[in-house]
Antibody, heavy 120, light 107 residues
Framework: QLQLQESGPRLMKPSETLSLTCTVSGGSVSSSTYYWGWIRQPPGKGLEWIGSIYYSGSPYYNPSLKSRVTISVDTSKNQFSLKLSSVAAADTAVYYC????????????WGQGTLVTVSS | DIQMTQSPSSLSASVGDRVTITCRASQSISSYLNWYQQKPGKAPKLLIYAASSLQIGVPSRFSGSGSGTDFTLTISSLQPEDFATYFCQQGYGTPLTFGPGTKVDIK
């Protein structure tokens, strides 16, 4: 059974760089069938796709966040990561990692999510 | 960006009711439409993909239809475990976008 688990700091100060890692178990990030993505959800609000990456390291990002986002993959650790620079209160959200089927851009497995709060 | 809208934003229903949720895209997305269910404090769960295909393990009371710009999610007989928020998501083009959600609660 595929499992994804987010890890990283839960509390940040404005202007810092958010750094999260998603560890994949029960499957491989090196699979050619899937991308690996990040989605966030501010408290009580809807879902926003942040970006996704293929095992070969070809990321693509939401243009609304592109200037601040870096997504990378580490096949040796079976992990992929998110960095979001210059965070502000508006970046407070639950951050999810998910497996994305490359054929139709659906997200079929999700991590449990981690709440990241940005506060001074 | 492709904008996704949903209606209603919330609804109250009883166990056994037939429930229909509508999702509309700002441009044609063919059948690249997925539906998710989210319960409080939990990650979204994929229910329907490609507008009408049932994800493995999802009960058959869930069904999806539509193509182009207009789509529906139907729950044929609402069960207690179905009270949740439902989101649509387009997979036609990037950025991938989600609808604002429809909350289904108990009447």
């Amino acid at each position: 059974q595929l499992q994804l688990q987010e890890s990283g700091p839960r509390l940040m100060k404005p202007s810092e760089t958010l750094s999260l890692t998603c560890t994949v178990s029960g499957g491989s990030v090196s699979s050619s069938t899937y991308y690996w993505g990040w989605i966030r959800q501010p408290p009580g609000k809807g879902l926003e796709w942040i970006g996704s990456i293929y095992y070969s390291g070809s990321p693509y990002y939401n243009p609304s966040l592109k200037s601040r986002v870096t997504i990378s993959v580490d096949t040796s650790k079976n992990q992929f990561s998110l960095k979001l620079s210059s965070v502000a209160a508006a970046d407070t959200a639950v951050y999810y990692c998910a497996r994305q089927y490359s054929g139709s851009f659906l997200f079929d497995y999700w991590g449990q999510g981690t709440l990241v709060t940005v506060s001074s | 960006d492709i904008q996704m809208t949903q209606s209603p934003s919330s609804l109250s229903a009883s166990v056994g009711d037939r429930v229909t949720i509508t999702c509309r895209a700002s441009q044609s997305i063919s059948s690249y439409l997925n539906w998710y269910q989210q319960k409080p404090g939990k990650a979204p769960k994929l229910l329907i993909y490609a507008a009408s295909s049932l994800q493995i393990g999802v009960p058959s009371r869930f069904s999806g239809s539509g193509s182009g710009t207009d789509f529906t999610l139907t729950i044929s007989s609402l069960q207690p475990e179905d009270f949740a928020t439902y989101f649509c998501q387009q997979g036609y083009g990037t950025p991938l976008t989600f609808g604002p959600g429809t909350k289904v609660d108990i009447k």
